[in-house]
C-alpha cells in the first residue's frame, strides 16, 4: 500500500475490489457524469474487471482512508505515451476534496511504476463540474471543446508527467 496526501492510502486493484467498482460505477450520479449511461450487468462487468487486472496497458488504483475504499483512478496507455485518465469517487466521499489527492497520486505512483513520461488525458462532460475542478486543480489544461461523431459535447483535460 502506498502512503497519498490527506492520510488517504494508494493501492493496485485486485479481485477483492469487484463489487465496489461495479457499484461505484453503476451509481446515478456516476453514471449520469458519464459518457455510457446505462447501468453495467454484474457478469458483463465481472468479465470486464478480470481482463482488466490481466491487461498490461491499464491500470486502476484504489483510494481507501480510514480502511475504506473512497474511489478509483483508471489509466488506459499506450506505447506511445498516452495515458487516458478516469476518475470516479464513491458517494459517500464526495466533495470533501479526496479526489485531488486520489487523481495526483495515481498519476505520479503510474509514471514512477512505468518509469517513463505520458501525456494524461481526461475526457470530461461539460456538466461535470465535479471532474472539471479536480482536473484543473491537478494542473490538466483544456485543450479542447470538442463534439464527438455522436454529438456528444465533452471536455479534453491535458497534463505532461515529469
Not at 491537478?138 to 471543446?145: N, R, V
Request: proline share 3%; glycine share 6%.
Amino acid at each position: 500500500m502506498l502512503t497519498a496526501d490527506n492520510g488517504m492510502y494508494l493501492r493496485p486493484a485486485c479481485a477483492d475490489d469487484e463489487h465496489f467498482l461495479l457499484s461505484l460505477r453503476n451509481d446515478p450520479i456516476t453514471r449520469r457524469m458519464s459518457f455510457s449511461k446505462e447501468c453495467i450487468d454484474p457478469a458483463e462487468h465481472r468479465v470486464w474487471f478480470h481482463r482488466v487486472l490481466q491487461d498490461t496497458d491499464r491500470i486502476i488504483f484504489i483510494g481507501e482512508r480510514n480502511g475504506e475504499r473512497i474511489g478509483m483512478v483508471r489509466i488506459d496507455y499506450n506505447k506511445i505515451g498516452i495515458a487516458k485518465v478516469n476518475i470516479a469517487m464513491a458517494p459517500e466521499w464526495r466533495g470533501q476534496g479526496l479526489g485531488i489527492a486520489l487523481l495526483t497520486s495515481s498519476l505520479d505512483k503510474f509514471a514512477q511504476f512505468k518509469n517513463a513520461s505520458f501525456t494524461f488525458v481526461a475526457e470530461v462532460l461539460p456538466e461535470n463540474n465535479a471532474s472539471t475542478r479536480t482536473f484543473s486543480s491537478a494542473g490538466f489544461s483544456l485543450e479542447k471543446d470538442t463534439i464527438d461523431s455522436g454529438s456528444v459535447e465533452k471536455l479534453i483535460y491535458v497534463k505532461q508527467s515529469c
